[in-house]
């Protein structure tokens, strides 16, 4: 069992997060599920909803099995987005904005 | 979402509209009193006109309101539409179509000629409106001028299915051209006059169709202030999630100046795939601070590729679309509908149950509006030429591989020979069914065209029917876009100076109408068109003369009636004295003829002195592929295409006579046909090959007669890829295209009838390295 302090698993996101991304993102998250994840959506130029669906949901279950879950690093696009979907969820809002 | 895609959608639309609009009013012109088709004609015009006033096209809409308020006096029988009724109208589709095109591309309509229809249409709703006539009529008399933007809202007829066209100003955006008239302040929270609550819930489905809500978000934005708060009650495990379901909710606090309508429209492609509830005033929940307004432009979310449209018809494209919708509907029914996902927010249970019993409504009354119409979706013609290409480059590598089985010899019936079969012919289904995605019926075509033919009727005051025939035909959409300028072109003509006048038609004893014919088949592989008239046929004597004139040829020289005929497409030949206003453009029939052979396409003339003239166009059905000969030309592979080959032989050599001082004909059962070495006119080879060692292959060309093509060896028959010349390389006389071969060669692709026509004499040779060098 991975305790909050441990390293945490770079979730490096693509660039583009339509919807067919939102399928792969969910497998992906899925693989780590015993993991800290950090989220780098540096290189994020374009996002859908379903895409942020999946954050939001795994920052959730993240939260509920104790363990660590951030974006640690976000492009203007997908802090933008963020903001005009109204996402205030702390896990995903990204901590800084590059 | 972008607006020029939202407004390329409304002008495709449009085109739809229109093309109903002129064959309702055609069919009405035909003596049709179905009331459906009044009903149709009806709603292409009030479709047309609601679009438009969402875009501000004022022009269009003031034009399509007086027009609309015409033919419901027609629909509610206070208004019969006679012969001369429907001409205004069809003048006034005519009108309506200009007004679509000019808001389109820019340019304007003339004013007065709008005007005056627009008084004509206005006259005729008056004049026979009774006066007991329904209130639907009146609108007529108060309406304000049509072709002057009024700001005063004017009363709508609406069709039977309650559509009313939503006003809705796109004003503020930027990208738009056209005079910004009311700007909408997007500052200060002050400024705003209304404040309006939006929840908004998606299903999967909005996804699933290419919508994306933050598209939408964005565009709301766009409308003034707004706070947002995602709600995600509904939102279930990661393990438990389907992220191609929909568990998220909106509540959206917005400060406008728009109206609820405008708030609503920016749902108006998403509507039937989500709960929306508008309401006036705040939300009465703790809302997050102002969301971001302004998004990076320079990185756009998924352009929405096509959308599934109700509307849209066409059996052809419905067909070919059929497997794309079964994958949509199984995306969805993978997704599910999270039913239980997205609770309503528990301070609002009331207002979200309305929310869903008016989207059913909706839902409802979508579905009673268009009843049976076959369910088609708007694809993005790059994304078929694409695959289509890819398909090119599939058909290729099977070549190549079975080459490669063949040259490693494995041996009879072995499992790899049975695949390889199996996959060409699974590789011959695809290609197939990928051309007929592009495949459309001729219709929209043939339609413009019989507006060319009333204008110029009108201008040379000759009257004219024109009956067109097979226009469900279907053909490549490349050969139907390049159709039209030729087609055009040779109906001026036809009309100009094909027909006589009325009296001098009279005079001879013909009827008064003049008859032009249109008509599309299918032929050998290839798609016909014709444009026959019944006028005064080609005047030979005349286009004889003028021929010597130009010097094409000499006063000696004695052609045959087909030839003579066939002057008329030599360049800078025009028997017209004078150039009129019509066809005289400065386009001679030399460019119809060019136009056509860079389809891959032949056009010939037969015309009778008295009769009139037949032009005969033959293209290809798709641009993309080829059933060829492969041939053996002086070391060179060649392919001939297999529809001009009418048979092969072996040549005896009792069969080859010489005549002149280097013709050879070739006797074939009891006639003679002339040999053409195609080593020789492709200047592959100095002298003439002895025919006795080579295959002759004896070939149709458009201009009639048959030519007997002399190869030294055939290769095979096989299906190629197309690969243009001229994009890739540059044009070749007597060469029409190239293509790869299995074992990687490139191949060039014979072009029979500049061959045949170069072999007939010098100046069709002329005549062919011009072409070239054009």
Redesign the interface.
């Known amino acids: 069992m991975t305790s909050a302090d441990e390293a945490p698993h770079v979730l490096k996101l693509p660039a583009?997060l339509?919807?067919p991304a939102?399928?792969r993102?969910?497998e992906q998250?899925?693989t780590l599920?015993e993991k800290n994840i950090a989220v780098d959506a540096s290189e994020v130029?374009?996002?859908?909803?379903?895409c942020?669906?999946?954050l939001?949901?795994?920052a959730?279950?993240w939260r509920?099995a104790g363990r660590a879950f951030s974006v640690n690093q976000s492009s203007?696009?997908f802090a933008?987005?963020l903001?005009?979907?109204?996402?205030?969820?702390e896990s995903v809002v990204p901590m800084e904005i590059i | 979402m972008d607006m020029n895609e939202i407004k390329e959608i409304f002008f495709q639309e449009c085109e739809e509209q229109l093309a109903e609009l002129e064959s309702g009013l055609l069919a009405l012109n035909d003596g049709d009193t179905d009331i459906e088709t009044v009903n149709a004609v009806f709603r292409a015009v009030h479709s047309i006109k609601g679009g438009a006033g969402a875009f501000g096209l004022d022009d269009l809409v003031g034009f399509a309101h007086v027009f609309e308020t015409t033919l419901d006096c027609v629909r509610s029988q206070t208004l019969e539409p006679t012969q001369d009724v429907l001409k205004v109208m069809l003048r006034s589709a005519d009108v309506l179509a200009d007004l679509t095109a000019a808001a389109r591309e820019g340019g304007s309509v003339e004013a007065e000629r709008t005007a005056v229809l627009a008084k004509e249409l206005e006259a005729l709703a008056k004049g026979e409106a009774l006066p007991a006539a329904p209130v639907a009529a009146a609108p007529a008399a108060a309406a304000p001028p049509p072709v002057v933007a009024s700001a005063e809202p004017v009363s709508e007829p609406t069709d039977e299915s309650g559509f009313q066209p939503v006003p809705f100003s796109f004003d503020d955006f930027s990208d738009e051209e056209g005079d910004v008239s009311a700007p909408v302040e997007t500052t200060g929270s002050e400024s705003y006059s209304n404040k309006f609550t939006v929840r908004f819930k998606p299903r999967s489905d909005l996804y699933a169709n290419g919508n994306e809500t933050v598209l939408l978000l964005r565009d709301l934005a766009k409308l003034g202030e707004m706070r947002v708060r995602c709600e995600t009650d509904g939102l279930p495990a990661i393990d438990k999630l389907d992220p191609e379901g929909a568990y998220l909710a909106w509540l959206i606090e917005i400060s406008t100046n728009s109206a609820e309508d405008e708030i609503r429209s920016v749902f108006e492609f998403a509507e039937w795939d989500c709960q929306l509830e508008v309401t006036a005033g705040e939300p009465g929940v703790e809302m997050p601070e102002t969301a971001a307004v302004e998004e990076p432009e320079d990185a756009p979310m998924a352009v929405v590729p096509f959308d599934l449209s109700l509307l849209d018809d066409e059996p052809a494209a419905a067909e070919a679309a059929a497997p794309a919708e079964t994958d949509i509907a199984q995306v969805t029914a993978a997704s599910g509908e999270p039913a239980d996902a997205g609770q309503p927010a528990p301070e609002l249970p009331a207002a979200t149950a309305a929310i869903a019993a008016n989207a059913e409504k909706q839902k409802a009354a979508a579905v009673a509006a268009v009843p049976a119409a076959p369910q088609t979706i708007r694809v993005d013609l790059d994304r078929v030429d694409r695959l289509i290409n890819l398909v090119g480059e599939l058909v290729i590598n099977q070549a190549m591989l079975a080459q490669s089985v063949v040259e490693n010899e494995t041996g009879g019936a072995s499992a790899i020979n049975l695949g390889l079969d199996e996959l060409q012919q699974l590789t011959r289904e695809i290609q197939d069914s990928v051309m007929a995605i592009r495949a459309q019926p001729v219709k929209p075509v043939f339609q413009r065209m019989s507006r060319i033919v009333r204008e110029i009727a009108d201008m040379t005051g000759k009257t004219v029917r024109l009956v067109t025939e097979g226009e469900n035909t279907e053909v490549d959409k490349t050969v139907i876009d390049k159709l039209a300028e030729p087609l055009t072109h040779m109906i001026r003509n036809a009309v100009d100076h094909g027909l006589e006048t009325p009296e001098k038609r009279e005079a001879i004893g013909k009827s008064r109408e003049g008859v032009l014919r249109l008509s599309a088949k299918h032929r050998s592989g290839r798609i016909v068109i014709e444009i026959a008239d019944d006028g005064a046929g080609i005047n030979r004597e005349r286009v004889r003369q003028k021929a010597i004139d130009n010097g094409l040829i000499t006063a000696e020289q004695n052609l045959p009636d087909e030839e003579i005929d066939n002057l008329i497409f030599h360049p800078g030949f025009s028997t017209a004295e004078k150039l009129s206003d019509i066809s005289g453009r400065g386009v001679g029939m030399d460019v119809v003829k060019r136009s056509i052979q860079s389809l891959g396409g032949r056009i010939n003339i037969t015309s009778t002195p008295g009769k009139g003239s037949i032009f005969t166009m033959s293209l290809p059905l798709t641009l993309a592929v080829l059933d060829g000969m492969v041939v053996t030309v002086a070391g060179q592979t060649l392919v001939v295409p297999l529809t001009a080959i009418v048979e092969t032989l072996q040549p005896e050599k009792q069969d080859i006579h010489s005549f002149g001082s280097n013709q050879r004909l070739i006797a074939i059962r009891d006639t003679f046909c002339p040999l053409v070495d195609v080593g020789h006119i492709l200047r592959f080879r100095p002298h003439y090959a002895d025919p006795v060692e080579g295959v002759a292959l004896l070939v149709e060309s458009e201009g009639g007669g048959q030519r007997a093509l002399m190869v030294d060896a055939i290769q095979g028959q096989r299906q190629v890829v197309i690969k243009s010349l001229e994009a890739n390389y540059t044009s070749v006389p007597g060469i029409a295209a190239a293509t790869i071969l299995g074992d990687g060669r490139v191949a060039l692709i014979l072009d029979v009838d500049s061959v045949v026509a170069a072999s007939r004499g010098q100046s069709m040779r002329g005549e062919m390295s011009l072409a070239a060098a054009g």
């Open positions: 583009v339509d919807l939102a399928s993102l969910h998250v899925l599920q130029s374009r996002v859908g909803a379903q942020i669906q999946v939001l949901s795994a959730e279950s509920r203007e696009t933008r987005t903001q005009l979907l109204g996402v205030t969820d």
